[in-house]
């Protein structure tokens, strides 16, 4: 069964792309009904939205010329058109449509990497469309306030990973320390990195660690990888740093750092690096070429949360066993 296209032009009033128009000469009689009685796409969206009184049709640009076709649908079956507006795509860093040869592709995809549910919605609103041209970051209360179609680009945008991956850092920063930690406990129990067990024996110590961590995780799923030197011992160094601290003239530094560990009567971690500073100037070197060194030694990466923070958390003897071993390393 097919729908008999008359002679003409269909206007389409589209509330992002303005006035598109089509000519009738361009579009086939459409089939409605296929000969072994299953009705086609065109036909049966067009009943559908009619008979749930839909207003508004908004959509991918992809689907601009079915458009034409379900007006002519929508005028045969009397029913009153609604209001159409067409998105542009969004695609992927190569400007191609995004698909999943880019990466992630479904909401469960990007939930298993750690972006949170807020992050999502205003990074896809901010893909064509725009508050005011400077503002990031939105809530969600403020994008059912402000959005409006008049608002969207009429060009596609481009998912960028790096910019999701920045945003979802902002919104870390914010989670107050029990969702961030129950999100970190669940990814830490799911990857196998603890147990159950793990956090019913050392919970406090644990909820400590992902505290400290936070402000360098942009994704849950990098908590596991954030917390290893906290959770084993350090057998592996970068391999840059190690070749630009492991020389003679940092000894010293490890010397110092151990003496005043096994000597000192506190390690909270705001006495503790003023201790360190007081040594640095002794010894006529700046703070940093005691601290980068040391962060190596304990870490095993270039960076971390603060230094003295983190040797608070490892305790006395962890960290004077990782420095008397680097130490070990630089004298050969």
Sequence with gaps: ?????????????????????????????????????????????????????????????DHLSNTPKQILIYEALGFPIPQF???????????????????????????????????????????????????????????????????????????????????????????????????????????????????????????????????????ISQVDEQMTYFLKDVDSYDPAALAKFKTAENAPIFETAITLLQTTTSLAAVPLEEQFRAAATQSGKKFGEFVHPMRLALTGRTNSPNLFEVVELLGKEQCIKRFQRFLQLIQG
């Design 1 to 61: 069964m097919r729908l008999r296209v008359p002679a003409g032009t269909t206007v389409i009033q589209d509330m992002v792309k303005g006035e598109v128009r089509v000519e009738h000469q361009e579009i086939d009689d459409l089939v409605l009904v296929r000969r072994g009685g299953e009705p086609t796409y065109n036909f049966v969206v067009v009943v559908d939205d009619a008979l749930m009184e839909v207003t508004h049709v908004i959509r991918g640009d």
């Design 85 to 219: 507006a067409h998105i542009p795509l969004i695609l992927g860093p190569d400007r191609a449509p995004l698909s999943k040869r880019h990466g992630a592709s479904s909401v469960s995809e990007f939930q298993r990497q750690g972006y949170l549910p807020e992050t999502m919605m205003n990074y896809l609103a901010l893909l064509g469309w725009s508050l005011d041209d400077k503002t990031e970051l939105i809530s969600k209360e403020a994008l059912v306030k402000h959005f409006s179609l008049d608002r969207v680009v009429k060009s596609p945008a481009a998912f960028d990973y790096d910019k999701l991956q920045w945003m979802n850092g902002q919104y870390l920063k914010n989670v107050d320390e029990d969702r961030f930690f129950g999100l970190c406990k669940e990814r830490l129990l799911e990857s196998g990195t603890l147990t159950e067990e793990d956090f019913k024996n050392d919970g406090p110590y644990l909820k400590k660690v992902v505290a400290l961590v936070k402000g360098n995780v942009k994704l």
